[in-house]
């Protein structure tokens, strides 16, 4: 049985986690920590996280930048693994990620789910082919009118493995109304829609001369998310320090 502690425990992904671990016999949340908490879960709640002295194999964050640095202290006092799902992290505390991985079992994710870390591969073999071969790429990316960050983590991990399979080459373009010339060719386009309670779908796109090929993964529900969290607390109990991803996960 892992023990998890959820961060962010009263936010829409802290409860689709809670509704998940329910039905897991292999798992339990055995506290959770927000700042605000109306008593509603049936685990304790603590609103200072330092008073969270409940004993877990690991933490699952779905909570905002601005708890992160806190969260990361807390996690290394008490050499705590700890999942990290909370996107739109500064330049800053993507470094503080990779010390923090020398003492404590870190896994971070801008996307949880199993099919986006299985698309973060393909789009690689296709790159490989296709931005060789002169093929532009683009990624669009769409969420609901919630989301605070723009453009998606996931967009930014899905460009960057594009990147890295050729030989980090290329850059990043947000916004094409500053400037009125051509693509250049060692650009990645990243385009984002807000609208209305879609929960998440990103298309990377490979155009060449009269032929388009589209890899496209839509979430239909938060579930999927909350799936991947808790296989990568389950995986992350009682792991040696050092940086994970969902890659370790899938292949176990
Ligand atoms: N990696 C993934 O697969 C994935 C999937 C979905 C969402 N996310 C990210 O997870 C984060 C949370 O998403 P959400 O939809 O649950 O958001 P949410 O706003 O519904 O929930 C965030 C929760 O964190 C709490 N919180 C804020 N500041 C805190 C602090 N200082 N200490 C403790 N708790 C604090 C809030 O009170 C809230 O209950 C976002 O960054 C989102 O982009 C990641």
Sequence with gaps: ??????????????QVISDIVEKDPNAQIVAGIDIA?????????????DDCQVE?????????P???????????????????????LNEEQLARVEESAKKIAVLK???MSLGINTLLKLVQDAARVLA????????????HNLKVDAPSGTALALADSLNEAMDNQYHYVYDRSQRREKRDAREIGISAVRGGSIVGEHEVIFAGQDEVIEFK????????????????AKYLAGKP???????DVIEG
């Design 241 to 247: 320090a050092g940086r994970y991803d969902m890659s």
């Design 37 to 49: 908490d109306q008593g509603k879960n049936s685990y304790p709640v603590f609103t200072n996280i």
């Design 217 to 232: 993964h839509t979430a239909y529900s938060k579930a999927v998310f909350g799936k991947g969290a808790v296989e990568a």
């Design 66 to 88: 601005k708890a992160f640095d806190k969260l990361m202290d807390y996690c290394e006092k008490r050499t705590l693994p700890v999942v990290l799902c909370t996107t739109g």
């Design 132 to 143: 060789t071969a002169g093929f532009d790429m683009e990624i669009v990316e769409k969420h």
């Design 56 to 64: 877990a194999d690991a933490v699952i964050d779905f909570s905002s």
């Design 1 to 14: 049985m892992v023990k998890i502690i959820m961060h962010g425990c009263n936010g829409h992904m802290g």
């Design 109 to 111: 994710s801008a996307n």
